[in-house]
């Protein structure tokens, strides 16, 4: 029961973190960690932790960007400078050829957050009835555990459909496009179904991440993963 924690304490813990948010601004909270600087190449998979403290260069993506075809979820959504960007710049490209538009729900994550949804996930899968030994590596193909999320590097992205679900992303034309153009602008759908053995990860057509247009492009064209790609760099 590695993550294992009581929800009452949970609870204090999402309570006391709510509370210094409000009462610290976001410079004195980040001044009180250290930065961590992210290589937009990093790899954070079931196999190589994210580093403990809070990733250098995030920027809050509605404060960033203007872009009519880029609909977020909500105001407080953090992510890397040079990834933000980026995605303006593929859902300006995706409504000149008037599809779209995209919607974000997810971009980066804290360890404390991931925390959360982990467990969550874990308590789904038990109440799906499998046995309690199991259910935390079936939860972590899924859900990243705390601190293996490539969430927490803050170039991963969540997209939905319409109906605000990420399994109806697959079926949009935001999708299809992005799966035939997103390279160009340095994203990649970062575990393709044929992939999960590598990645650790099922398929998740919602999940991209920003890689940069040359490494994006170049997986794109030779048909790698991100593993499969940095393995070949090295
Ligand atoms: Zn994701």
């Not at 954070?44 to 990733?55: E, I, L, R």
């Not at 590596?137 to 555990?145: L, P, Q």
């Not at 319409?162 to 496009?177: E, N, V």
């Not at 991440?209 to 794109?220: D, F, I, L, N, T």
């Amino acid at each position: 029961m590695r993550y294992a924690l009581s929800r009452p304490t949970k609870i204090a813990a999402f309570a006391l973190a709510a509370l210094l948010a409000v009462s610290l601004c976001s410079c004195q909270r980040h001044q009180a960690q250290a930065k961590i600087a992210v290589d937009k190449l990093m790899l954070v998979n079931p196999w190589n932790a994210f580093p403990q403290g809070t990733p250098a260069g995030l920027v809050n993506i509605a404060d960033s960007i203007q872009c009519e075809n880029l609909k977020l979820k909500n105001d407080a959504m953090l992510a890397q400078g040079e990834a933000v960007e980026a995605l303006a710049r593929m859902a300006e490209a995706m409504a000149k050829d008037q599809v779209g538009p995209l919607r974000l729900v997810s971009a980066y994550r804290s360890i404390e957050y991931q925390q959360g949804l982990y467990q969550n996930k874990v308590q789904r899968v038990i109440a799906s009835g499998t046995p309690e030994d199991d259910a935390e590596d079936a939860a972590a193909r899924e859900v990243a555990r705390p601190g293996y999320s490539e969430h927490h590097t803050g170039y991963a992205f969540d997209f939905s459909g319409a109906d605000g679900t990420l399994d109806s992303f697959y079926q949009s034309d935001a999708y299809r496009w992005v799966a035939e153009h997103g390279a160009q602008y340095g994203f990649i759908i970062r575990y393709p179904e044929e992939k999960s053995s590598i990645t650790g990860i099922i398929y998740e057509p919602w999940h991209l991440r920003y890689v940069g247009p040359e490494a994006a492009q170049a997986m794109a064209n030779q048909g790698l993963c991100l593993e499969e790609y940095l393995k070949k760099q090295s």
